[in-house]
């Protein structure tokens, strides 16, 4: 694979960090219908931040933060984990697909350049802007004009909102400004979403709103294992051979993995108007993805590779 910027990118990673992002639309999913979504985030970012922080001590990882790093550090994780993984989680409850959830969330990085444009005066291309368009039609053609496939206009508006604090939490990545050990960032970002989302979860879900503990517990584990760990470690595999762009190329290819697990794992299909849309906006997204200037300052050796995206 080819990141971007022209750079090869290592096809065993790019094709194993594609699948394990696009995973995450379907453990969610899974997720949530066996527990409720605040307490299922609560338990997996607990669960991520003891592994991210007992992995550095066993790497013997360099803390290199400051009280103000950390504090700056610990906001950009909280927008980026409990409220955006808030957010969609809260979607999935109410019947968002797996495939319209991946589409939505592949449309961030060309929004996060748009926004960098529009608060930041950051040069915008009109192929930027076309590929942005197209990758809305494509959404629009997915939902067609029965809302009620896709959880209602409640659960695709909670799911818009999920994609504009992702594409925000991108932007917020460049306040942090020094580059903090990318497992201690992870683990101090897990660690501060964990405790806000067990408490919203207990007092509007329930001490043990579960349904199904063997299903929650599975999920749960992928979750934080897979999806916020081993994820992390190979977008940093990505981000040191490509750039802080590397990962962000590779999003146009998440809605098709994910409409294809989704079929498999969750029964979910779609009509053939659905599939053009689906193409439409994956081509637009790719377009405008694989040329664009990504809004993260081009990335040194040991940069951390979560100032380019966040984990899935």
Same mark, same amino acid.
Request: net charge neutral; proline share 6%.
């Given at each position: 694979?080819?990141?971007?910027?022209?750079?090869?990118?290592?096809?065993?990673?790019?094709?194993?960090?594609?699948?394990?992002?696009?995973?995450?639309?379907?453990?969610?999913?899974?997720?949530?219908?066996?527990?409720?979504?605040?307490?299922?985030?609560?338990?997996?970012?607990?669960?991520?931040?003891?592994?991210?922080?007992?992995?550095?001590?066993?790497?013997?990882?360099?803390?290199?933060?400051?009280?103000?790093?950390?504090?700056?550090?610990?906001?950009?994780?909280?927008?980026?984990?409990?409220?955006?993984?808030?957010?969609?989680?809260?979607?999935?409850? $109410?019947?968002? @697909?797996?495939?319209? /959830?991946?589409? !939505?969330?592949? #449309? =961030? *990085?060309?929004? %996060? &350049?748009?926004? +960098?444009?529009?608060?930041?005066?950051?040069?915008?291309?009109?192929?930027?802007?076309?590929?942005?368009?197209?990758?809305?039609?494509?959404?629009?053609?997915?939902?067609?004009?029965?809302?009620?496939?896709?959880?209602?206009?409640?659960?695709?508006?909670?799911?818009?909102?999920?994609?504009?604090?992702?594409?925000?939490?991108?932007?917020?990545?460049?306040?942090?400004?020094?580059?903090?050990?990318?497992?201690?960032?992870?683990?101090?970002?897990?660690?501060?979403?964990?405790?806000?989302?067990?408490?919203?979860?207990?007092?509007?879900?329930?001490?043990?709103?579960?349904?199904?503990?063997?299903?929650?517990?599975?999920?749960?584990?992928?979750?934080?294992?897979?999806?916020?760990?081993?994820?992390?470690?190979?977008?940093?595999?990505?981000? $040191?051979?490509? @750039?802080?762009?590397? /990962?962000?190329? !590779?999003?146009? #290819? =998440? *809605?098709?993995? %994910? &409409?294809?697990? +989704?079929?498999?794992?969750?029964?979910?299909?779609?009509?053939?108007?659905?599939?053009?849309?689906?193409?439409?906006?994956?081509?637009?997204?790719?377009?405008?993805?694989?040329?664009?200037?990504?809004?993260?300052?081009?990335?040194?050796?040991?940069?951390?590779?979560?100032?380019?995206?966040?984990?899935?």
């Amino acid at each position: 694979m080819t990141s971007r910027n022209g750079t090869s990118l290592p096809f065993v990673p790019a094709a194993a960090f594609v699948l394990i992002w696009s995973s995450g639309y379907i453990s969610g999913p899974a997720a949530v219908h066996a527990a409720a979504p605040f307490t299922v985030l609560g338990w997996r970012f607990v669960l991520a931040a003891l592994l991210a922080a007992g992995l550095a001590l066993a790497l013997r990882r360099p803390t290199r933060m400051d009280r103000g790093t950390l504090g700056r550090v610990a906001v950009v994780g909280f927008v980026m984990n409990a409220v955006q993984f808030g957010l969609m989680y809260v979607a999935f409850d $109410l019947g968002l @697909g797996a495939t319209l /959830a991946s589409l !939505l969330h592949a #449309l =961030s *990085p060309v929004l %996060t &350049a748009l926004l +960098a444009a529009v608060l930041l005066g950051e040069r915008v291309s009109a192929l930027q802007v076309a590929g942005f368009a197209a990758g809305v039609v494509g959404v629009l053609l997915v939902l067609g004009a029965d809302l009620g496939h896709a959880g209602g206009p409640v659960a695709v508006l909670v799911g818009c909102l999920s994609m504009l604090t992702l594409s925000l939490g991108t932007l917020g990545q460049r306040w942090i400004g020094a580059q903090p050990d990318l497992l201690w960032s992870a683990a101090a970002q897990f660690a501060v979403s964990a405790p806000p989302l067990l408490v919203l979860g207990w007092t509007t879900e329930g001490a043990w709103p579960v349904t199904d503990t063997s299903q929650a517990v599975v999920s749960v584990l992928f979750l934080a294992v897979v999806n916020s760990i081993v994820g992390l470690v190979l977008l940093a595999l990505l981000v $040191l051979r490509g @750039g802080s762009g590397a /990962a962000a190329s !590779l999003f146009f #290819l =998440s *809605p098709p993995v %994910t &409409a294809v697990l +989704a079929w498999l794992v969750l029964d979910e299909t779609l009509s053939p108007t659905q599939l053009v849309g689906l193409v439409v906006a994956v081509v637009g997204v790719g377009a405008a993805t694989r040329t664009r200037r990504t809004p993260v300052p081009a990335q040194e050796p040991d940069q951390d590779p979560q100032d380019a995206v966040g984990t899935q």
